[in-house]
């Protein structure tokens, strides 16, 4: 029997409804898996072997590390700690890649595929980017959700954290892409089209959910950076594409998986397993 850990977001926090975390626990049971699941708070070292629960993480054949972002110095320990274990089983995903690549940063890899893009603490900064643009967008480095995400025409800007600048693209108007890669694959996307008062297209962010397909333009962009996601170790990742252009990669509790099957009447979760069971 296959067993697996879920690392999830602790009680108080952790909403069990329309959670991708939810749905892939309950599918990993209704096909007859063991299934143990805690939050990141449960996580120790004793007799140098890394437990949760009082057993030992090496003693699972695959470990989902669902933890919500930001990634804060606690989550930051629990993936130092979890990392012990990356040769002793599956990991999804790999705490390491976790560590070092942060969600929004991560596009970094790919320079020719992302819009113009910094990153800073300086205000002064942000103007020099925004001469000779109406305006930008910026987004807190370790956000997530579309969380404190604003445009910036000038004016005053306080910055206490690293952030995020990038040029505006018209065509968010039309919605932002977030595509589903699996294994390396693409197994699923939608669109996210964002409401008449309000530029961003997140749906916590009131934005809508509809059905899509990729052009050529995405897939050749989802398909080199899921080649790249499978050589680091990411078995399940999201990414966002504005008109065919890299925003954002999503490797830390990836989700949006249940109002992807409501839209394309799917079922993901069965597609993650299939590909998981190759493995294990």
């Known amino acids: 029997m296959v067993s697996h850990l879920f690392i999830i977001d602790a009680p108080e926090t952790f909403v069990e409804h329309n959670d991708t975390s939810t749905l892939l626990i309950e599918e990993a049971r209704s096909r007859g898996h063991e299934v143990v699941v805690a939050n990141i708070n449960e996580v120790r070292v004793k007799n140098s072997r890394v437990v949760v629960q009082e057993q030992f993480v090496r003693d699972f054949d695959v470990v989902w590390v669902r933890k919500d972002p930001p990634i804060d110095m606690n989550y930051m320990q629990h993936l130092q700690l979890l990392a012990y274990e990356s040769d002793n089983c599956f990991f999804v995903n790999d705490p390491l890649a976790t560590l070092k690549y942060l969600d929004k940063a991560s596009i970094f890899n790919f320079p020719t595929l992302i819009p113009d893009t910094i990153v800073t603490k300086d205000a002064s900064e942000v103007d020099k980017f925004l001469e000779g643009r109406d305006k930008v967008v910026v987004k ?17 800007l306080e910055i206490d ?25 693409v197994i ?13 297209g997140n749906l916590h962010a ?14 050749e962009v989802a398909e080199t950076v899921g080649a790249w996601l499978k050589e680091q170790g990411v078995f399940f990742a999201g ?22 099957n409501e839209v394309m009447n799917a079922q993901l979760e069965k597609e993650i397993f299939d590909r998981l069971e190759r493995y294990v």
């Open 140 to 156: 807190p480095l370790n956000g997530f959700s579309g969380n404190d995400v604003r445009v910036y025409s000038g004016g005053e």
């Open 206 to 219: 009131g934005g809508t959910a509809v059905g899509t397909e990729l052009n050529y333009k995405e897939t």
């Open 188 to 200: 699923g996307a939608i669109k996210r089209v964002p409401s008449s008062d309000d530029f961003r």
């Open 239 to 260: 990414i966002d594409l504005i008109d065919g252009t890299l925003n954002e990669i999503n490797i830390t509790s990836p989700g949006i998986i249940i109002e992807t």
């Open 161 to 185: 954290e690293f952030v995020m600048v990038q040029e505006f693209l018209e065509k968010v108007s039309e919605g932002d892409t977030r595509v589903h890669i699996c294994d390396g694959e």
